[in-house]
């Protein structure tokens, strides 16, 4: 059984300043535990400090590993889109080193819980069930049977990547994006998550925060990545 108020993080991409402002707002609303989707470091300029604050959430934190905690453990990875994102993934092997890097791959890619009495099955995943790439977007897309096809009977499917927070039906499933803590892509750079109460209604929340302060986290840190990740913060789009 998961906790009474549960708080979900997706896709928090090493923004530690979104994601102190997310735990705040969480702790404020009753969240007692944490479910965390995935993505935690990447593309950010502070993945030591996110690891770190991350670490110290309550115990029985459930953690699932996202596409990027693949990427970082392996920078030769084949569907890594650009070879800026190969240059950042060398930046976070050496800012948590390399236990830190191997512990968050090995991570599970799925959980199965029943988060209330009855019969409400619900799938968390990064992406979709089957893959951690092939994900939902807020309208339907031809990629939603594929992402959908599960071995698990979900009636529900909670999931990130795509960086947009919303709550739509495919076919007779609920799928539900908290939207992404770091790096949102729906043109609101307020940091997005989600809560689950025991009924099993989910909500989702925005919080502000200094994106510009965030911004200026990179400090000297230079390269295409780092021209990438400062417009996707400024722009809250891919």
């Known amino acids: 059984m998961l906790p009474d108020v549960l708080a979900i993080a997706y896709d928090i991409h090493g923004n530690d300043h979104a994601l102190a ?8 609303a009753g969240a007692t535990n944490w479910l965390l989707g995935g993505d935690y470091c990447l593309i950010g300029a502070q993945p030591a400090a ?7 959430l309550p115990a029985g934190t459930i953690w699932l590993r996202g596409n990027t905690e693949r990427w ?7 569907d890594i889109p650009v070879e800026a994102i190969r240059d950042a993934a060398l930046f976070v092997q050496d800012a948590i080193g390399a236990e830190a890097v191997a512990e968050l791959a090995a991570l599970p890619d799925v ?19 089957g893959s951690d790439m092939i994900g939902f977007t807020d309208v ?15 009636n529900t499917i909670v999931c990130g990547h795509t ?22 892509f729906d043109g609101d750079q307020r940091a997005a998550y989600a809560l689950l109460d025991a009924d099993g209604s989910f909500s989702l929340r925005r919080v502000e925060y200094d994106v510009e302060a965030a911004i200026a986290a990179y400090g000297d840190n230079a390269g295409e990545w780092v021209d990438i ?3 996707r913060l400024r722009e809250a789009r891919p």
């Not at 402002?21 to 404020?28: G, L």
Request: hydrophobic share 45%.
């Open 21 to 28: 402002a997310v735990i705040e707002d969480a702790t404020a």
């Open 50 to 56: 996110v690891l770190d604050r991350l670490e110290a």
């Open 72 to 78: 970082v453990a392996d920078p030769s990875s084949i």
């Open 111 to 129: 959980l199965v819980g029943i988060p209330q009495p009855g019969a409400q099955m619900t799938v968390f995943c990064h992406a979709s069930p």
């Open 140 to 154: 339907s897309a031809e990629t939603d049977g594929e992402a959908v096809e599960s071995p698990f009977e979900a």
């Open 163 to 184: 960086h947009i927070q919303f709550v739509r039906e495919v076919g007779v499933i609920e799928v539900v994006n908290p939207g992404s803590v770091g790096l949102p």
């Open 229 to 231: 990740a400062k417009r």
